[in-house]
């Protein structure tokens, strides 16, 4: 099992790019999320799905999108893309039965300039 | 909405001694209390958790403790080595609309262990 998986590692935006940061995961996990990490803080939690077809909004959504049309891809969007979006972004998953722990990626660490 | 409040943000400890890290949390609804250990560049890594059925767990050199009345929970490490130099977060979890198991984290509480 690869796990949670997040590509790209390291990204370089400027000021009104677009991307979209790929998460994907083969544990076959109903729940996934997306985080935001900034300098110093805590998760801050961006979106999350609880099955494909079916995403929600967390405590940070604004200026992020996100779409999961199969178990596994959690895709996140960011439309022009602000300075206030440098950040460290993790994907996190958890199956819906047994242990509540979530498995989070290696992270993808996006800059904005 | 779910709230939660972390203390210290820095704690610097002697190798052997213990140390403590306290949450509280706002919402009393919530039943899920992980704990994770953050190294420098790397991903969060669950190193405990706790339900709200019970006060206290326990793996070996770290225990968590449960208040459900006064709303708060702690890390106690033991007998602490270099190795547990880190950055921990707490977080809660709660009932939410269909059990969605979104988590709340703390500011984070940054453990220097000297030598």
């Known amino acids: 099992n690869a796990g949670v998986t997040q590509t790209p590692k390291f990204r370089i935006l400027k000021i009104g790019q677009s991307m979209t940061l790929q998460c994907a995961q083969d544990?076959?996990?109903?729940?996934m999320y997306w985080y935001r990490q900034d300098p110093g803080m805590g998760l801050k939690l961006i979106y999350y799905?609880?099955?494909?077809?079916?995403?929600d909004k967390g405590e940070v959504p604004n200026g992020y999108n996100v779409s999961r049309s199969t178990t596994e891809d959690f895709p996140l969007r960011l439309e022009l893309a602000a300075p206030s979006q440098t950040s460290v972004y993790f994907c996190?998953?958890?199956?819906?039965?047994?242990?509540?722990?979530?498995?989070f990626g290696p992270g993808t660490r996006l800059t904005v300039t | 909405g779910e709230n939660v409040e972390q203390h210290p943000s820095t704690l610097s400890v002697q190798e052997g001694d213990s140390a403590v890290i306290k949450c509280t949390y706002s919402?009393?609804?919530?039943?899920?209390f992980p704990w994770y250990k953050q190294e420098l560049g790397k991903r969060p890594q669950l190193i405990i958790d706790?339900?709200?059925?019970?006060g206290e767990k326990k793996d070996q050199r770290i225990a968590v403790t449960l208040n459900k009345t006064a709303k708060h929970f702690s890390l106690h490490i033991t007998e602490t080595q270099p190795e547990d130099s880190a950055v921990y977060f707490c977080a809660a979890s709660g009932p939410w609309p269909s059990n969605t198991g979104k988590l709340i984290f703390g500011q984070g509480t940054t453990l220097q262990v000297k030598p």
């Open positions: 996190a998953s958890r199956t819906t039965s047994g242990t509540y722990e979530q498995y």
């Open positions: 799905s609880v099955g494909a077809g079916i995403t």
């Open positions: 706790i339900r709200s059925n019970v």
């Open positions: 544990m076959n996990h109903n729940y």
């Open positions: 919402d009393s609804a919530s039943n899920y």
